[in-house]
Nanobody, 121 residues
Framework: QVQLVESGGGLVQAGGSLRLSCAAS????????MAWYRQAPGKPRELVAA???????NYADSVKGRFTISRDNAKNTVYLQMNSLKPEDTAVYYC???????????????WGQGTLVTVSS
């Protein structure tokens, strides 16, 4: 009923930039918080950045000052602008959104399929 489709991943050199996008589609009544997580090989998934419905944001300490999360409510889309990328940012990045689906009662988490970001040194 609901899909989250990410785009924008790829290979970039250290110091470079990438912009990730995640668009939600389907039987959506409302979207609350949206977020980006990442998972590097052999490591647990971690929160990178989150933005709520009032556009308040929070970031992992490791990306503060380099990454910016934003959203376009009209497009049901969340973005992650990543600057000054480091090799340790290499991971699969996942979009997450708290979505109220038509004919349900409340917000539930939905995940995208993930997009790979590789930062070479």
């Amino acid at each position: 009923q609901v899909q989250l489709v990410e785009s924008g991943g790829g290979l970039v050199q250290a110091g470079g930039s990438l912009r990730l996008s995640c668009a939600a589609s389907g039987s959506i009544t409302s979207i609350n918080a949206m977020a980006w997580y990442r998972q590097a090989p052999g490591k647990p998934r971690e929160l990178v950045a989150a933005i709520d419905s009032s556009r308040s944001t929070n970031y992992a300490d490791s990306v503060k000052g380099r990454f910016t999360i934003s959203r376009d409510n009209a497009k049901n889309t969340v973005y992650l602008q990543m600057n000054s990328l480091k090799p340790e940012d290499t991971a699969v990045y996942y979009c997450n959104a708290q979505i109220w689906v038509h004919h349900t009662l409340g917000y539930f988490p939905h995940w995208g399929q993930g997009t790979l970001v590789t930062v070479s040194s």
